[in-house]
């Protein structure tokens, strides 16, 4: 993550240094303050947006006492504050966690998840968004969105630029540059979007959650989703990269993760976890090239990571 950090800021230093004389500072900057103020009303308003997009409604303590309790527990194993809960009236179902900060985190629960698992899965999916929380995922991603935004914002700026004809044709030159590199930061953003996926994974199990509760909430939040219609999924289309898994993808993944339930139980437990550790998984092209455009890793790679941690 550090080092897709560094790559991401040594693009835009790159970019810098390139159109000082290309296109001149003052276009730039004034782009540049566009997209920080773009950036900063996004963190600042973020959370009521997603407040408002998902439905959420907090509750107390009185009213759901073992929600609170479980985030408490894995909160205080975290080592942050408690994060407020809610519950989101959609159906689908599934958690999220939001907020600006580690003290300013909000987990919640959809109100479809409810009733769908046994406690030890939803305090697994908890301890998974606790960890997003943990690890600062919200504002690493808000950060690394910036950087596809200056590149389009440099590329607007400078294809079209007027000029003498010697730097009008360098400026369209870093203007096409610009554009191809807001494609590949983009997809380094998704990147980014699929390692905090696994790290959150890591850290359900490293706050004393077994892999194959884990496993098992995503195999019941992927059957849960399949069942969705279009409708309830275009609703939350814009919101999908909050969840613990791709609601879109759901169909697919859930044809996949069925054979591992060997007893057809609907759960994966610790034995069929194990099986799936030494064996290859095999991902078609189509789904290779899926995952790379997806905010979430293939739901097959990530329950083999989870049988690796069983196995730890």
């Known amino acids: 993550m550090y080092?897709?950090?560094?790559?991401?800021?040594?693009?835009?230093?790159?970019?810098?240094?390139?159109?000082?004389?290309?296109?001149?500072?003052?276009?730039?900057?004034?782009?540049?303050?566009?997209?920080?103020?773009?950036?900063?009303?996004?963190?600042?308003?973020?959370?009521?947006?997603?407040?408002?997009?998902?439905?959420?409604?907090?509750?107390?303590?009185?009213?759901?006492?073992?929600?609170?309790?479980?985030?408490?527990?894995l909160a205080q194993k975290a080592g942050i504050k408690k994060p407020r809960v809610g519950i989101s009236e959609v159906n689908i179902p599934n958690a999220f966690a939001f907020g600006k900060s580690r003290g300013d985190g909000r987990i919640c629960v959809t109100k479809g998840i409810m009733g769908l698992m046994d406690k030890d899965e939803l305090k697994a999916v908890l301890g998974h968004e606790i960890s997003h929380i943990a690890n600062r995922d919200v504002t690493i991603i808000t950060i690394l969105s910036i950087i596809p935004m200056i590149c389009w914002y440099l590329g607007q700026s400078t294809l079209y630029s007027s000029g003498n004809r010697d730097r009008g044709s360098a400026a369209m030159l870093i203007g096409i540059?610009?554009?191809?590199?807001?494609?590949?930061?983009?997809?380094?953003?998704?990147?980014?979007?699929?390692?905090r996926e696994y790290y959150a994974d890591r850290g359900a199990v490293n706050l004393g959650n077994k892999p194959n509760d884990l496993a098992s909430a995503l195999y019941k939040l992927v059957y849960g989703s399949a069942k969705a219609g279009k409708g309830e999924i275009k609703q939350i289309e814009g919101y999908k990269a909050f969840f613990v898994n791709d609601p879109s993808r759901a169909i697919r993944d859930f044809s996949e993760l069925k054979a591992l339930d060997k007893d057809m139980s609907g759960t994966i437990d610790q034995h069929e976890l194990g099986a799936i550790r030494d064996r290859k998984v095999k991902v078609s092209a189509g789904d290779r090239i899926m995952e790379v455009l997806s905010t979430h890793p293939n739901m097959l790679k990530r329950i083999q990571q989870l049988s690796k941690l069983q196995a730890e």
């Open 3 to 73: 080092m897709l950090l560094g790559l991401m800021f040594a693009i835009v230093y790159a970019l810098i240094v390139v159109v000082g004389w290309a296109a001149g500072f003052g276009n730039f900057f004034v782009y540049g303050i566009i997209a920080a103020a773009m950036l900063f009303i996004q963190y600042m308003i973020g959370p009521k947006m997603v407040e408002f997009s998902m439905r959420v409604k907090y509750v107390s303590e009185k009213e759901q006492p073992e929600l609170h309790k479980m985030v408490a527990e």
């Open 177 to 195: 540059f610009a554009i191809i590199l807001y494609f590949v930061t983009n997809l380094l953003v998704l990147y980014a979007s699929r390692i």
